[in-house]
């Protein structure tokens, strides 16, 4: 059922105008989210995150008040909602490349806790290689710490996080450049 719900929230988003989509699953965001059942936290950002590619012009003046939602995902008490957060930041990241480049001082360094925890840390790896796919020059401040833990996590990451660990290595060197 969550599945198909989200199915269902990604197919009215990339469907109908987001003036009739947005305004309603955004009061069911901020209700669900608000939730002690992290189970709803979880479906709250998801939807956010699936919903952001039919509604991310819609989307993008509301971003001040979006982002405190994700950003609170991100270092949510349970990891289910963290994870979610991470595929969040992924989406948002597809749809709203500015608005997630010029959060990246907040982004990148959450997002590395996340990278540290087995976990989060395929999701939080994921997040992180969509980020620096749009992060051009402000990637160069993170980028020492972004290889020594992406490098060291090929020591010892599970094969399913390598994978995505490689990619994040491929997004670093593609958006440094000769600086890699």
């Known amino acids: 059922p969550a599945r198909s719900a989200l199915r269902v929230i990604d197919c009215l988003a990339t469907n109908l105008p987001p003036t009739q989509v947005f305004p309603a699953l955004r009061q069911l965001i901020q209700r669900y989210f608000s939730s002690a ?77 996340l990278v540290n925890d087995p976990v989060t840390q395929r999701t939080a790896c994921t997040a992180l290689d969509a980020l620096l796919e749009i992060m051009q020059d402000s990637i160069d401040q993170y980028l020492v710490l972004i290889m020594e833990r992406m490098v060291g996590l090929i020591d010892t990451a599970p094969m399913e996080v390598k994978s995505v660990v490689i990619g994040v290595i491929g997004s670093a060197a593609h958006a440094s450049k000769e600086k890699f």
């Open 37 to 113: 059942n992290p189970a709803e936290r979880r479906a709250a950002i998801l939807a956010l995150g699936v919903s952001v590619e039919g509604c991310s012009e819609y989307m993008t003046p509301l971003m001040p008040q979006v982002w405190p939602v994700v950003e609170t995902a991100l270092r949510d008490s349970d990891a289910t909602v963290r994870k979610a957060g991470c595929i969040a930041v992924s989406c948002l990241c597809d749809w709203l490349e500015d608005d997630c480049a010029a959060k990246h001082a907040t982004l990148v360094p959450t997002i590395m806790q």
